[in-house]
């Protein structure tokens, strides 16, 4: 035998020879060491294989604090002659416990490529665990440990990444070879790793439900099970497919960008370890038939647990110090009785424990009568983490299956434990719950009456089973088992409920929101009460406001119950989870939550987090409705905010805010945002120290900035948060005066006037809110009032900061804003409006219009414009007319109106001033019908003033007038004034009277003023006296062009087109060339303006086109480039004529059929634009041969 080929036995035969010797050790786990030769028979080794010497040590704290150690030696002498070859096994177990790794792999793959594959070391080097670097000492306590038990490796054992391998090779150069070869094998096993954790995965997905469970989903199609992730992922792969393989690749594309956590170019990125299933026609076609089954073969590592080896064949540390390592030794020592002693009394009490439970399982066993014999099931709670899985089989009753807690009453016996829902290897065993049995030993045994028979609880039990239940499905089980507590009402609500809710009518979910909030209150489980949380914020798909609203009454609901920091551990994380939702309601519904809960928050969050939550929605949110509610829980945070350094971060978001191109936003703004902003900034003391200064401060760098073009947005911005900000301001002067601490609450105080403030913009606004109530309102208003007309504002800071800085700084702004945008002297009327209004009477009496009357200065001796008094031509006219004149409506306020208005229209006309600022003051007062009546008196006083200059100046005011006054007051009062007007001796005065003729033509409809306002008009044409007067024919035609195209088309047709023909022709004539450009000038706007007017073709040959070419006559010699255009126009107008007649004339002869051919017709064209004969002979060339 001196000749065996070691080789000659295959490795299964080795195997196969080794497996009937080995023996089984309970006591290890499969993982706790490397396979090598059995510990039971030694001394029988095969006939060609020398015997090995293995040492197995195995050193483990067990939770009795027994060590067991086990030794075993073998030793082999072949009597005779030694064995020249040893077996491939035992030279690979050799490497492996003299640690040459190297050596180990090199010898694994000549294996490999020989075709002869050793199981030792394709089971070392396919488990990753035998690369991992592990400490040596022992698990903690309360460590959770895998079914396997602990894992003793030594500490410091190399990994691959950590060799040196050029110790281990002979030869020193080959270094970087080994060392590529070594990390292709890394990434090798890498992908392996993958796979095994795709399977693992797989296997987990796989045996989610229960196969009872899926028979009764196939059996009731109506069910539908939940889907779960990877079988969402896997079909979204599938669906994608399809619609690339079909060509809807926009579906495609815009399926994929729903589904962006996916990649759809790689069937591994589903993570199942399963082959890629057929496309879906496929499935369709074949549904019928099922696909085969991956779950056949399954990936098992075996690993080598160095500590089993002995202990010289493993790699030594650097030697230490020898006190420093009996040190070391000492505290392991320590550590290890300490555990000890904490285990053994913990297993004294578990014992003590079992036996209680188990008598009273005897108890109930024998008062129970009917068969079979109900058990209580009752888990045996394991409170700590032992080392090995040993105490726990060694000190568990059999008899008793743990289930959920012990609280639950068993309808099932004891002799179905595989449908327990919560199996001992995944409780919680760190928390015991002896209250629980408390109270089950406190609840009164039931009784039952027991037959008098002797059957064998066998055949009890057999005959039981022919009834029909089902309690080996997940519903089986809840409905097999009664809860008899309040903690196993919440732990059977948490499991049931996931189940429930997808099956429950969308539009009827909200009624489990209470179920799920008391749920999420009470469970004991973290996760259990995470996952409520989040059912409840995706219970529906797209909430409408009263499902919003029943959410969020919950929400506060669950957070008033359990406090701040369940709220931020709980709530928030399902709102931060939806603030990118791809659909608005759900965003809507995280904006909204982030304010409901703010009161109940702990305030660093409030200041943090959630404010920064909603000012990214505010940025970044498209929805309109999503940006109004944040708004409005921004303002609610900043009701709540105590962080002084935030104040900036709220400026900043009012400004953001406020830009919104959404109204509704804004809207949001004003009547939330600013005013809790606000009333926290008066808190802060910087209320007209701070905020009103920035916001004025940016009113005056945007008119810097505007003098070539101002940004009226901004400014609307910037002046409407001015104008939201009067209440507080008036709040603050209120509780800052020396009156405040005399204001008492009494049964006499008056009830304030409806009309004492402007109506508030929303309840925030009001300064009753404001203030607190408004019976404390109402006395502070008559100490306000007292004191401002009797005893003055000495030592009233407030209202001093008010008179002295705030309003001259609002008078010098007014009076650099341009006076002709109406936009904002409409802004500006408005703001100081409310601010006087608020105020109140004698405020504005006594400190507004002193101030404005300072500046506007209205006296004789400044109507020279040479004096400097330009101030009347800005908008501070217009702003103090309409903004401070007109906050109180009583006789002697219209009366100071009537006369600041007359004045400003003497002053100005006589100084020969623009009217810029005294037509805004119209315009603005003129859109309230109230003020008519006021101005057509102002006008009165012009219309009979003893200058011309004050009479022009009327004549023209009436044009602004006459638009929104009733048609009543335009018959009544304004045409008369006009007539009047019209008959002046100055001609200057009825040509001012033009412009207002031609708006009452333009807006009335009664015929009698029509055609009063005709022959007035006509008058001016026809007269002779006006024949030469160019400034007139230049108002006419100016106001032609104006009104013509709305005016009514019948005076449009016989009035406006003939006379603009006629001065047309006139003008040809005119000897002087200025006068002759000039009214060739308007007249071509006018005709522009009336060529897209609907013309009848007899007033379009017999007026307009001859008016053009006259028109054309002039420009020719004047103006070329405006006779290019003419000739255009000229061109499509005849082109018009033509189609006409073409069509008029359809089926009977007429001029232009007679004309054949485009020479004929360009001939004829020519030669009437040759034509100078006069209009009328004109017109006969088109009329028909009679």
Known sequence: MASVNPFDLSDSEEEAERRPNETVDTERSPSDGAPGPPPGNLFSPPADAEPPTLLLSSNRTSPSGEGISVSVAATSAMAGSAEARVSVDVIAAQLLRDQYILTALEFHTELLEAGRELPRLRDYFSNPGNFERQSGTPPAKDQVLGPGGPLNRAGSISTLDSLDFARYSDDGNRESD?????????????????????????????????????????????????????????????????????????????FSDENDDQDFELWDDVGLNIPKPPDLLHLYRNCGTPLPSPRDTVDVSVGVNFGDLPGNCIPQDPPKKPDLLQQQQTEVVQELEYQISLLNNEKQSLAEQIKKLQSEIQTLKRTVSSPPPATLDLCSQNTSNSSSNTTTSSTAPLSVPPTDNGQYLDIRGVSEPETELDPPSTQNTSHPHPQSHNKLKSRPPVKFDQPNRKLSPAFLQALLSFCRMCSDSRLGAEVSRIADSEESVMLMLGRCLPHIVPNVLLAKREELIPLILCTACLHPEPKERDQLLHILFNLIKRPDDEQRQMILTGCVAFARHVGPTRVEAELLPQCWEQINHKYPERRLLVAEACGALAPYLPKEIRSSLVLSMLQQMLAEDKADMVREAVVKSLGIIMGYIDDPDKYSQGFELMLL????????????????????????????????????????????????????????????????????????????????????????????????????????????QDVATIIGSREMLSALLLLYDHQLELEGTTGWDSLLWVVNQLLPQLIDIVSRINVTSSTCVHEFSRFFWRFCRTFGKIFTNTKVKPQFQEILRLSEENVDASAGNDILTKATVPIYATGVLTCYNQEEDRKLLVGFLEDVMTTLSLSHAPLDSLKASFVELGANPVYHELLLTVLWYGVVHTSALVRC????????????????????????????LSSDPEISVRISTIPAFGTIMETVTQKELLERVKMQLASFLEDPQYQDQHSLHMEIIRTFGRVGPNAEPRFRDEFVLPHLHKLALANNSQAVESKRIDIATQLFEAYSALSCCFISEEVMVNHFLPGLRCLRADMEQLSPEHEVILSSMIKECEIKVENRGMADAQGSMSIASSLVGEDAKTKFLSKMGQLTTSGAMLANVFQRKK
């Open 178 to 254: 080994e060392r590529v070869a070594v990390l292709e094998f890394e990434l090798r096993k890498a992908k392996e790793t993958i796979q095994a954790l795709r399977a693992n995965l797989t296997q987990a997905a796989e045996s989610e439900v229960a196969s009872q469970e899926r028979k009764n989903f196939k059996s009731s199609p109506e069910i539908q099970e939940p889907i779960r992730q990877l079988e969402k992922r896997a079909l979204n792969f599938l669906v994608n497919e399809y619609l690339l393989k079909n060509e809807y690749k926009l579906s495609s594309i815009t």
């Open 657 to 764: 805010s406020l830009g919104d191109p959404s109204e509704r936003v804004v809207s949001a703004v004003h009547q939330v945002f600013i005013p809790a902003f606000a009333a926290w900034t008066t808190e802060l003391g910087t209320l007209h120290t701070t905020l009103i200064p920035s916001l004025l401060a940016r009113i005056e760098k945007l008119l810097m900035q505007g003098e070539h073009g101002l940004d009226e947005h901004k400014l609307h911005v910037f002046l409407s948060a001015l104008q939201s900000l009067i209440p507080p301001l008036f709040a603050v002067v209120l509780q800052n005066a020396p009156f405040t601490s005399r204001a008492k609450l009494d049964g006499d105080t008056p009830a304030i006037e409806v009309t004492r403030f402007p109506r508030p913009a929303s309840p925030l």
């Open 953 to 980: 100046t009327a004549a023209r005011m009436f044009e602004l007038l006459v638009k929104g006054v009733n048609e009543t007051l335009v018959a009544q009062r304004v045409v008369p004034a006009l007539i009047t």
